[in-house]
């Protein structure tokens, strides 16, 4: 059976495509953010924009890479090596559960849930036990001890204002 050689690239061009496409939605929402400078002289659109750029590069790069065939020299991975589908469901479902719960039960709790979630997923694509109710907790008090300080930081010292869970600005 004779493979096709053009099939790479082509996979490669989209994925250039989906991150150039990924690049200018977000540069179209930063469009919308007001552009009034802050305490550096720096605007709140301006990590938009700055990702934004920087995505568009990357995928423009890596399309020129598809177009010239520069992937096609990449080694090949072990045989039978696939993705872990488990582990990639875990991690999506801490993005989702954050995205969506973020308002709800607010920034530190929801932060706290999308580490567990991210954590269970790593273990099991490493092949780790994910042991029981221990692992859980302690991934959880960790996940608090990241989130807690992160939104001390973005609502005491940089007044920006982040979901909380109650109206003192602590929880």
Same mark, same amino acid.
């Given at each position: 059976?004779?493979?096709?050689k ?18 200018l939605? +977000?540069?179209?929402g ?26 568009f ?5 890596? +399309? ?16 039978g ?20 719960l973020l ?9 706290? +849930? ?43 010292? +940089? ?13």
């Amino acid at each position: 059976m004779v493979q096709d050689k053009r099939t790479p690239s082509f996979l490669h061009a989209l994925v250039g495509l989906g991150v150039v496409a990924i690049a200018l939605g +977000l540069a179209f929402g930063a469009v919308s953010i007001p552009s009034a400078a802050g305490y550096a002289g720096v605007g709140p659109n301006f990590l938009p924009w700055l990702v934004s750029g920087a995505l568009f590069l990357c995928g423009g790069f890596m +399309l020129y890479e598809a177009r010239t065939g520069g992937f096609r020299h990449m080694e090949e991975g072990p045989p039978g090596d696939q993705p872990y589908w488990p582990g990639f469901v875990w991690m999506s479902a801490g993005l989702l559960a954050n995205a969506a719960l973020l308002t709800t039960i607010g920034f530190i709790f929801s932060c706290a +849930l999308c580490f567990v979630l991210a954590a269970r997923g790593m273990r099991n694509a490493e092949g780790q036990s994910t042991g029981g109710l221990r692992t859980w907790v302690k991934d959880g008090v960790i996940g608090l001890l990241i989130a807690a300080p992160v939104y001390w930081m973005f609502t005491k010292f +940089l007044a920006i204002n982040l979901p909380g869970l109650t109206q003192s600005g602590w929880l």
